[in-house]
């Protein structure tokens, strides 16, 4: 993937609809994770606001469950995990919104002033 400054969107290109490691977009559950949120939806904004939100709302924000692990990072793993933090999350809404035919990738920035509990 590529760089892009802050306020700027890449342009669509092929591998942003490829299955990779951690975004096995073509795995069987993460396809059919996809197909049963979008099912009825015709709109490609549709199939993307429903998948935000089922993963949002249907896998459990956990910060506690950081771990190295790099199978814990893949869109199926994150599917079958309790819960999971915001990177894990990512993945599997860029596996899931590219298993139905939206170029979608993932965007990181460092957070900064970032207020926590002293346990996190």
């Given amino acids: 993937m590529i760089f892009t400054p802050s306020g700027t969107s890449p342009e669509p290109r092929p591998e942003y609809l490829e299955s990779t490691q951690f975004i096995d977009s073509d795995e069987a559950g993460v396809r ?4 049963r949120v979008t099912r009825g939806e015709t ?5 993307a606001v429903k998948l935000f939100y089922a993963v949002r709302d249907g896998v459990r924000y956990d910060p506690f469950e950081i771990n190295l692990e790099e199978g814990l990072y893949t869109a199926s793993n994150v ?4 819960g999971a933090f915001c990177i894990p ?4 809404l860029t596996a899931a919104v590219r298993a ?3 170029h979608a990738g993932i965007g990181l ?3 900064e002033n970032h207020l926590t509990t002293e346990k996190l």
Avoid: C, P, Y
């Avoid at 059919?32 to 197909?35: G, L, R, S, T, Y």
């Avoid at 599917?79 to 309790?82: M, S």
């Fill in 43 to 47: 709109t490609a904004v549709g199939k």
């Fill in 79 to 82: 599917l079958k995990a309790k």
């Fill in 109 to 111: 920035s460092d957070v």
């Fill in 89 to 92: 999350k990512a993945v599997l």
């Fill in 32 to 35: 059919a994770f996809a197909e």
């Fill in 100 to 102: 139905v035919g939206i």
